[in-house]
C-alpha cells in the first residue's frame, strides 16, 4: 500500500545543481518524518538529512550541510532534495524515507518506509 517514489536524478557536472523529488502515497503524509539517505557502489548506506513533519526542523550531515535542503509540500505528499555544488563523491544512489518516531534521525534501519532510489551521477 505504502509507495514512495524518488524522481529527479540523473548525471550533473560538479558545481550543477539537481532537484530530487518523493511523492508518498499510501500513507497520512504529515504523520511522518521524512529522511534521504545515499549509498554509493562498496559503501554502507549514508544519511543526508531529515525534515520534520511541518517542514519547519531540518537535519543535514556534515557532508551535506550548506549544499543540499530538504524541502516539503504537505498538499502533493512530496519531499524534495535540493542539491547545489554538486561534487563527484555526491555520486550514489538516493533514497527517501519515511519515519513515525520524533527520536529517529540519522539511523536507516529504524525508519518504515523507502522509496525504490534514484541514481545521482555527478562528473569531474
Known amino acids: 500500500q505504502v509507495q514512495l517514489v524518488e524522481s529527479g536524478g540523473g548525471l550533473v557536472q560538479a558545481g550543477g545543481s539537481l532537484r530530487l523529488s518523493c511523492a508518498a502515497s499510501?500513507?497520512?503524509?504529515?504523520?511522518?518524518?521524512m529522511g534521504w539517505f545515499r549509498q554509493a557502489p562498496g559503501k554502507e548506506r549514508e544519511f543526508v538529512g531529515r525534515i520534520d513533519r511541518n517542514g519547519g526542523i531540518t537535519n543535514y550531515a556534515d557532508s551535506v550541510k550548506g549544499r543540499f535542503t530538504i524541502s516539503r509540500d504537505n498538499a502533493k505528499n512530496t519531499v524534495y532534495l535540493q542539491m547545489n555544488s554538486l561534487k563527484p563523491e555526491d555520486t550514489a544512489v538516493y533514497y527517501c524515507?519515511?519515519?513515525?518516531?520524533?527520536?529517529?534521525?540519522?539511523?536507516?534501519?529504524?525508519?518504515?518506509?523507502w522509496g525504490q532510489g534514484t541514481q545521482v551521477t555527478v562528473s569531474a
Open positions: 499510501g500513507l497520512t503524509f504529515s504523520n511522518y518524518y
Open positions: 524515507a519515511a519515519v513515525r518516531s520524533s527520536t529517529v534521525v540519522v539511523t536507516g534501519r529504524l525508519y518504515n518506509y
